[in-house]
């Protein structure tokens, strides 16, 4: 997008179905950015992770949920990040029981034998029923949408793991909710520009 000093740069590879989440948050909080897509060995020799990795000015910074929260506190803070120590708090509960669902059970199940697939599926559907539980009296993690809300959208590969939606109607809800926000609708587009999201993949 823009070379402006101040931009972001995102780097990250052709199949990595987090980075669409920093592109929500960017388009989120209005920021500028540019995406370098690497290659998987390039990504991991430089950073040791398979992406992405945030670069503002000379400062570098890996996982999605650390970038995701660093967006929200550099940005327009109203606009994501928590209001005070206790907002701060829920997200980031909210933030720990999402990664619990996907980033350990979903990602290792890959390679998994059977019997240890089925311990990490009951895993990911423990965190997935208590993040219904929580949604059964909220439309967000917070009373508003946060930065908490926005790797939700990875709930979109549960199908994928054999994880039906319809068993959890509030997570189902706010799953559409989130996928009508303008800022998701964008970055969506421009991740599909990157055909981020046109594979099966895990997340």
């Not at 990595?16 to 920021?31: I, Q, Y």
């Not at 909220?138 to 590969?157: E, G, H, I, Q």
Request: aromatic share 8%; charged share 25%; net charge neutral.
């Amino acid at each position: 997008m823009s070379r402006d000093k101040n931009a972001y740069t995102i780097t990250s590879t052709a199949t990595c179905k987090r980075t669409p989440v920093v592109f929500f948050a960017l388009h989120e909080l209005g920021c500028k950015y540019e995406v370098k897509l690497v290659e998987p060995g390039e990504l991991a020799a430089v950073h040791q992770t398979i992406g992405p990795a945030l670069t503002h000015g000379d400062f570098v910074l890996l996982e999605l949920d650390a970038i995701l929260r660093y967006l929200a506190r550099v940005g327009d803070r109203d606009a994501l990040a928590g209001r005070g120590p206790q907002e701060e708090a829920r997200i980031d509960q909210f933030m720990e029981l999402q990664t619990r669902w996907w980033q350990g059970p979903l990602a290792r199940m890959a390679g998994s034998s059977r019997e240890s697939a089925a311990r990490e599926l009951a895993t990911a559907r423990r965190a997935l029923g208590a993040l219904e539980r929580w949604l059964s009296n909220s439309a967000y993690a917070l009373a508003r949408f946060s930065v908490a809300d926005l790797p939700s959208v990875l709930l979109m590969a549960a199908p994928l793991l054999g994880i039906e939606l319809a068993q959890y109607p509030h997570l189902a809800a706010y799953l559409e909710r989130l996928l009508s926000r303008p800022a998701w609708q964008r970055a969506h587009q421009h991740a599909r520009e990157f055909g981020m999201l046109d594979s099966r993949a895990l997340p």
